[in-house]
T-cell receptor
Framework: TQLLEQSPQFLSIQEGENLTVYCNSSSVFSSLQWYRQEPGEGPVLLVTVVTGGEVKKLKRLTFQFGDARKDSSLHITAAQPGDTGLYLCAGRTNFGNEKLTFGTGTRLTIIP | NAGVTQTPKFRVLKTGQSMTLLCAQDMNHEYMYWYRQDPGMGLRLIHYSVGEGTTAKGEVPDGYNVSRLKKQNFLLGLESAAPSQTSVYFC????????????FGDGTRLSIL
C-alpha cells in the first residue's frame, strides 16, 4: 500500500515558469523529507520539515508541511534546466521510526 | 569521499539464478537500507538494518534475504531470481538520530530474463 501519493506524476514546463508539486497522504507523519534524483544516481536530500505548517526555503524552492502533517508541497519559482529530475517526498509515520515511506515521485522536465 | 558504494552497477540474470548485491558505506552509519525502484512507484523498502548483526523486513521482503555481518556492509541476496525482480536496487545509510538524511548509492540495474 502506497501511503504517499504525489501529483503530478510528470510535469514538463518552459524555463522561467513556476510550478508546484504535491505530496498527499491519509496518514499523519512526524516528519517529511524531499529528495531529488538525477538519472543514474541515487536520491539526494533537499529538505526536512518537522512541524505542521512549517515553510522552508532553499533558494528558488519553497517547501511547506501541511498543518495536519498529512501533506506537503514543493514550489519552484522561475524554473531552470538544472531543476530537471525526479522529486520524491518521504515521510516517517512515528517519532523515532527509522523507516521512511517514499512517495510515487514527480518527474520534472524544464525545457530551455 | 566514497559515501555509499554499490556493486555491481548492472547485471543480467536468468530466471532461477542467484546473486548477491553488495553495499558498502564509509560514514560509520548505524542504519542501512535496501530499496527497489520501479516506474511510477517511487522507492519501496525491501529490508533494513539498525546495526551490525540485525536485520528487519520492509514493505516488499519476499524473495530477498539480507545480512549485516559488518557495520559498513549490507548484502542483498536473491536466492532464485524471478522476472518480477527486474528493477533498480538502491542501498542507503543514515545515522540513528531522528530525521537524519538517508545517503544513497548510485544503484544496481538488475534484469531477470
Amino acid at each position: 500500500t502506497q501511503l504517499l501519493e504525489q501529483s503530478p506524476q510528470f510535469l514538463s514546463i518552459q524555463e522561467g515558469e513556476n510550478l508546484t508539486v504535491y505530496c498527499n497522504s491519509s496518514s499523519v507523519f512526524s516528519s517529511l523529507q524531499w529528495y531529488r534524483q538525477e538519472p543514474g544516481e541515487g536520491p539526494v536530500l533537499l529538505v526536512t520539515v518537522v512541524t505542521g505548517g512549517e515553510v522552508k526555503k532553499l533558494k528558488r524552492l519553497t517547501f511547506q508541511f501541511g498543518d495536519a502533517r498529512k501533506d506537503s508541497s514543493l514550489h519552484i519559482t522561475a524554473a531552470q534546466p538544472g531543476d530537471t529530475g525526479l522529486y520524491l517526498c518521504a515521510g516517517r509515520t512515528n517519532f523515532g521510526n527509522e523507516k521512511l515511506t517514499f512517495g510515487t515521485g514527480t518527474r520534472l522536465t524544464i525545457i530551455p | 569521499n566514497a559515501g555509499v558504494t554499490q556493486t555491481p552497477k548492472f547485471r543480467v540474470l536468468k530466471t532461477g539464478q542467484s546473486m548477491t548485491l553488495l553495499c558498502a558505506q564509509d560514514m560509520n552509519h548505524e542504519y542501512m537500507y535496501w530499496y527497489r525502484q520501479d516506474p511510477g512507484m517511487g522507492l519501496r523498502l525491501i529490508h533494513y538494518s539498525v546495526g551490525e548483526g540485525t536485520t528487519a523486513k520492509g514493505e516488499v521482503p519476499d524473495g530477498y534475504n539480507v545480512s549485516r555481518l559488518k557495520k559498513q556492509n549490507f548484502l542483498l541476496g536473491l536466492e532464485s531470481a524471478a522476472p518480477s525482480q527486474t528493477s533498480v536496487y538502491f542501498c542507503a545509510s543514515s545515522y540513528w538520530q531522528q530525521n537524519q538524511p538517508q545517503h544513497f548509492g548510485d544503484g544496481t540495474r538488475l534484469s531477470i530474463l
